[in-house]
């Protein structure tokens, strides 16, 4: 079974960059066609991907965010990680990292999100 | 991006009742539909996929339906573990990955 963990510090100043870390455990990152994803939930709002990355280091990024946002991967420790530049209160959020399948439907295959991290609160503040 | 809209934003039910929640995309996403659950302080979890097939281990009074640009999500009969918000997001743009708002289903 695979599990995800994500790190990093709870408390960013504005105008800093947040960085966390996504540790996954239970299976390699490098195995399996699997994007890894950076995902944030506001209070009381639904969840916003934030981007995503293939092993190969290719990566997707939100289109509102793609400006501030770096994801990378280091597949010898298991794990990838976000970078989001000049934070501001608005990108106070609990922030998952998610693996992204690719999961064969009765006529399709579609992209989802099958196994989260716990989450970690992130709050922009001085 | 493509818009996922969900109504209603909140529902209360009692134990047994049948639960139908609406799932609206501001485009045409085929079923590159999928409905996740979310309980308090936890992560969402994969529920339904592709409209309408059941991730491993839901249960069957959990269905999805719908094509195009609408979606239901039916509780055929809510069981106490069931409350909780629940969420759609399409895959129809793998570029730009969208979730709908949200609906909260409480216990009446």
């Known amino acids: 079974q695979v599990q995800l963990q994500e790190s990093g510090p709870g408390l960013v100043k504005p105008s800093q960059t947040l960085s966390l870390t996504c540790t996954v455990s239970g299976g390699s990152i490098s195995s399996g066609s699997y994007h890894w994803s950076w995902i944030r939930q506001a209070a009381g709002k639904g969840p ?4 995503r990355i293939y092993t190969t280091g290719s990566t997707n990024y939100n ?3 793609k400006s501030r946002v770096t994801i990378s991967v280091d597949t010898s420790k298991n794990q990838f990680s976000l970078n989001l ?9 609990v922030y998952y990292c998610a693996r992204n399948a690719r999961i064969m439907g009765p006529t399709i ?3 989802a999100f099958d196994f989260w991290g716990q989450g970690t609160t992130v709050t922009v503040s001085s | 991006d493509i818009q996922m809209t969900q109504s209603p934003s909140s529902l209360s039910a009692s134990v047994g009742d049948r639960v139908t929640i609406t799932c609206r995309a501001s485009q045409s996403i085929g079923n590159y539909l999928n409905w996740y659950q979310q309980k308090p302080g936890k992560a ?9 097939s059941f991730q491993s281990g839901v249960p069957s ?3 999805g339906s719908g094509s ?7 509780i055929s009969s809510l069981q106490p573990e069931d409350f909780a918000t629940y969420y759609c997001q399409q895959s129809y743009n793998t570029l730009a990955l969208t979730f709908g708002g949200g609906t909260k289903v409480e216990i009446q």
């Not at chain 1, 916003?48 to 981007?51: N, P």
């Open chain 1, 109 to 111: 295959v579609v992209s």
């Open chain 1, 85 to 93: 530049t000049s934070v501001t209160a608005a990108d106070t959020a």
């Open chain 1, 63 to 65: 289109p509102s965010l």
């Open chain 2, 44 to 52: 969402p979890k994969l529920l339904i996929y592709a409209a309408s």
């Open chain 2, 68 to 74: 195009g640009t609408d979606f239901t999500l039916t």
């Open chain 2, 61 to 63: 009074r959990f269905s």
């Open chain 1, 48 to 51: 916003e991907w934030i981007g």
